[in-house]
């Protein structure tokens, strides 16, 4: 019953990710906010999702092969280094690839459980991950809004998916 419930709304979650980073104009891809582009936010909120909703000590995990060692950190001003939206839309692609086939197979009792070497509880990771992607796709919503006065689409709870092809912003 929890897992389907995780499952309902990381969907939701997946598909205003989506929408969220088609809605950001090409002009403000390289915009930057307090010293940093755009596109490093959304690096930040996607590597999260990559190393912390499912195990963050996966002895396994690869960073991806574009990763460098301070570019997901937004307490570092990038110089030259850039991401491209292809880039983070592939990025994105292979994430949601990776959750969707975690939680086909999560089970209500593990839930409780720690993944292999963390010391976290996987609904806390879940739990955790959600707060921290939605604080951040709250700080990119604010910049698209403040910059072309149109609000990117949520779904929220119930809400139906729009029929329109992405990018979808409320009328």
């Known amino acids: 019953m ?3 419930d995780i499952r309902y709304l990381t969907e939701r979650a997946l598909w205003e990710t989506e929408n969220l980073m088609k809605c950001i104009p090409d002009d403000l891809w390289d ?3 307090d010293d940093i ?5 959304c690096y930040h909120m996607l590597y999260s999702m ?10 396994s995990y690869q960073n991806p092969e574009f990763h460098m060692d301070t570019l997901a950190d937004l307490n570092v001003i990038p110089g030259e280094e850039r991401l ?7 990025y994105f692609d292979r994430i949601r690839k990776k ?3 975690y939680l086909v197979t999560l089970t209500d009792d593990e839930l409780e459980k720690q993944p292999e070497g963390c010391d976290m509880s996987r609904f806390r990771l879940i739990l955790g991950q959600f707060r921290h992607w ?7 919503y604010g910049f698209i809004i403040e910059d072309i006065a149109k609000w990117p689409y949520v ?4 809400g139906k998916y729009p029929k329109e092809p992405m990018p979808n912003y409320f009328s």
Do not use: S
């Not at 990559?50 to 002895?59: K, L, V």
């Open 134 to 140: 939605h604080r951040h796709m709250g700080v990119i």
């Open 31 to 33: 915009k930057r906010y």
């Open 155 to 158: 779904l929220n709870m119930n």
């Open 2 to 4: 929890l897992c389907d």
């Open 84 to 90: 491209d939206r292809d880039r983070l839309e592939h």
């Open 50 to 59: 990559d190393r912390w909703y499912i195990n963050p000590c996966d002895p």
């Open 99 to 101: 959750i969707r086939e």
């Open 37 to 41: 582009p755009m596109w490093k936010y």
